[in-house]
């Protein structure tokens, strides 16, 4: 059918599905329930548990993101961000909106099925912290407090759900919260320049790009070497051989030229997240 003069063409863009993936981040909420997955595997939980402590988690991930697509709207279009299905009008902003509720309702509901315990931490801690982060923290010199608290808290979301409930050992809680600030830094170094322009002036932004790699190498290497020295016994030859790698990586990170060390500081960080689930 042709194309007359006040007709106007939708703009071709990625199925619905994966535009909603999109805007929900879904690389980084995929990660985050797959750490989650494996740590309820490794911790002996229930099949049923374990599935709904994973679900709770990637549907409050899910939220967070469409969250701060939401809310960031008008900043990603005025900077021109082509990555983002919402500001580049691939994907209606109420679809965007009826997924939150959605995924958020369920969130709930999975949150109960493993336990009130792990639940209010989840929903309070977790995914509060996500969305504390998206209403206003991220412009403040406390942006890194919501991933010190949803990443740290993350190993007890999984250990309260379990019988009987407890919290996550303190290294582990440590190296979760050191691995959260450190993936912040990192996630936010590619951003800098738009976000000051929109008047988003977060811990990076404050103390700048070079700085903010460094601090980001040296709290990956600390996750590091918390799951490696934390859990009970002698640490096995390929965990010293896995921290060893990662220490040369932080080196890289620090003194490398170009996209070097950002690559380093992420290697970094999957390899923690290896020894984190491991441990």
């Not at 009008?89 to 997924?99: C, D, E, S």
């Not at 977060?202 to 190498?217: K, T």
């Not at 859990?231 to 060893?244: D, I, N, R, V």
Request: glycine share 10%; net charge positive.
């Amino acid at each position: 059918m042709p194309v007359t003069a006040g007709t106007a063409q939708a703009r071709p863009g990625p199925p619905r599905v994966l535009a909603l993936l999109a805007a929900a981040h879904g690389g980084p909420a995929l990660a985050v329930t797959a750490v989650t997955g494996l740590l309820a595997l490794r911790g002996g939980l229930h099949p049923l548990d374990a599935a709904a402590v994973t679900a709770a988690v990637f549907t409050g991930q899910l939220t967070i993101g469409w969250g701060n697509d939401l809310l960031d709207l008008a900043r990603d279009r005025a900077v021109g961000r082509t990555d983002k299905p919402l500001a580049v009008g691939t994907l209606p902003a109420g679809w965007v909106a009826r997924a939150l509720v959605v995924a958020a309702l369920a969130s709930l509901v999975l949150s109960a099925l493993a336990g009130w315990r792990s639940a209010l931490v989840n929903v309070v801690l977790a995914t509060g912290a996500g969305h504390a982060y998206n209403a206003g923290l991220k412009a403040t010199p406390w942006s890194w407090v919501p991933y010190t608290c949803g990443f740290g808290m993350l190993p007890s979301v999984v250990t309260l759900a379990a019988s009987p409930p407890h919290w996550a050992p303190w290294w582990m809680t440590a190296a979760g919260a050191a691995l959260g600030v450190g993936a912040h830094l990192l996630n936010v170094l590619p951003d800098l320049a738009d976000d000051e322009a929109t008047g988003v002036r977060g811990l990076p932004h404050r103390i700048g790009e070079r700085p903010s790699r460094a601090l980001a190498a040296v709290l990956l290497t600390a996750a590091s070497a918390l799951a490696v020295t934390g859990p009970a016994g002698s640490p096995p030859a390929w965990a010293w051989t896995a921290l060893a790698l990662v220490t040369g990586l932080a080196v890289l990170t620090w003194s490398g030229r170009g996209r070097a060390p950002f690559r380093a500081a992420v290697t970094i960080a999957l390899l923690d997240v290896v020894l984190l689930t491991v441990a």
